[in-house]
DNA sequence: CGCTGAGTTGAAATAGCTCAACTCCTGTGG
DNA sequence: CCACAGGAGTTGAGCTATTTCAACTCAGCG
């Protein structure tokens, strides 16, 4: 199910620029894992403690209602660390989107409490809690045009934006259905904001249009 | 504006037992600051740093939009810590719901970095992301029960509760109308399931039922 | 005792959901 | 290299939960 990889698909153009605090490269680990896509990275409930940092590829972290309802709570990129929990076991499933390259650590001890560490526990807090404005408050349309800027931003602000996740994921994460994630992107193609070069590659015509979407 | 106090309404039974870490008594100074219901106690933007423990009443912590919708992302109530920002500046405002008594600290700097602050930024983390799934997957009914059964654990899990805030207040936590919040609290008080004893304090009739109705 | 803000209830409007049909890739095997 | 199968995405039509707008009640307070 592993291997030792050096090149894929989908890498990200800009590692270290996102969400969670790249850290200094000496404290991970040189070998790197390689995931297919939807490989179970962590399971609500395992032990918690391993760290990842994503070499290329995307994550999403996810929690799941009884009758199957999901709500993705983040999504990771090229260069990001994930893994952080407040308890001994996690709280969320873990699982690639594609197919990803992966650093693993072992904190030894969260008590040992590295500065970086710290402060990218609570950028997560901090990102979380403004999704949940997102979720929360704003319209489906909104809530795309906060995605897709979000993650040319984390893809280095290209007007390309590579969407390493299906529909399903987006609707996941957005709080609604596939069919209102397509709905309201062919409505922003349609307007000239957006061109769909292929179903994982968009392309943002203009920019500050979809700017405005997000209030 | 701020005053010292001993006692006021509002007090929470059960100290302690909630969301984000209590810390050891002697780092925190004796001095309580007594604030009026509805008052600022920081702002978005404001220079971060100072971490806030409750030691009667209740905050709401909350972003808006340009057009005012406002997303409360959490409530503190008596024996919680909050103030945590991944930042130099304040992502977030933070607002009394009732009168309310405060311990102010000032923690020099966040990379001293004691375990009790991870701990309690990790937990700040997952709450925010739990309450993620409630806002984005769950009806209004099923945001309602879970929202009072968090409140009732806080609350030392007496089936009395009370309400520290406005329907307002609820609504933009849960991400919903005052008028859903009110019709679906009905809802409940007509299926036998609460009894409402007045608008800010709630019985829980059959909480099993209630339980039920969260999944 | 009446005023005011909070909460409740009703009726109509609507955004997003559900169900269903259809298209379009993509990748696999002949 | 092509054909075809299956999954992913799109589009349509009708439905429903929630919102919006509005009227009304109630509780607390000067």
Redesign the interface.
């Known amino acids: 199910m592993y291997a030792t990889a050096q090149s894929s698909t989908h890498r990200s153009a800009n590692p270290g620029l996102a969400g969670l605090a790249s850290r200094p490269a000496q404290s991970w680990p040189r070998r790197i894992e390689l995931l297919a896509a939807d490989t179970e990275i962590y399971a609500q409930g395992e032990r918690s403690g391993t760290l990842y940092h994503i070499e290329f590829g995307a994550v999403r ?1 996810y ?1 799941l ?3 199957g ?3 993705v ?2 999504f990771h990129l090229a260069g990001e660390t994930f893994g ?4 001994r076991s996690r ?2 499933f873990a699982e690639t989107t594609v197919e990803t390259g992966l650093r693993m650590m072992e904190p030894g001890d ?2 040992q ?3 970086e ?3 990218a ?6 990102r ?6 997102v ?4 319209s489906a349309v909104e809530k795309l045009a906060v995605f897709l800027l979000d993650l040319a931003k984390r893809q280095g602000d290209n007007d390309q934006i590579d969407l390493p996740m299906t529909r399903n994921d987006i609707g ?1 994460y ?2 609604m259905t596939i069919e209102t994630v397509s709905r309201n992107l062919s409505r922003l193609r349609d307007d000239g904001i957006l061109r769909l070069r292929s179903s994982r590659c968009i392309e943002v015509l203009q920019p500050e249009r979809l700017r405005k979407l997000c ?1």
């Open positions: 972290v929690r209602l009884a009758d309802r999901r709500q709570v983040a952080f929990e407040a308890d709280s969320f969260y008590d409490c590295a500065p560490l710290m402060a526990a609570l950028r997560g807090m901090v979380a809690q403004e999704h949940l404005l979720v929360g408050r704003q996941d957005l709080g209030q």
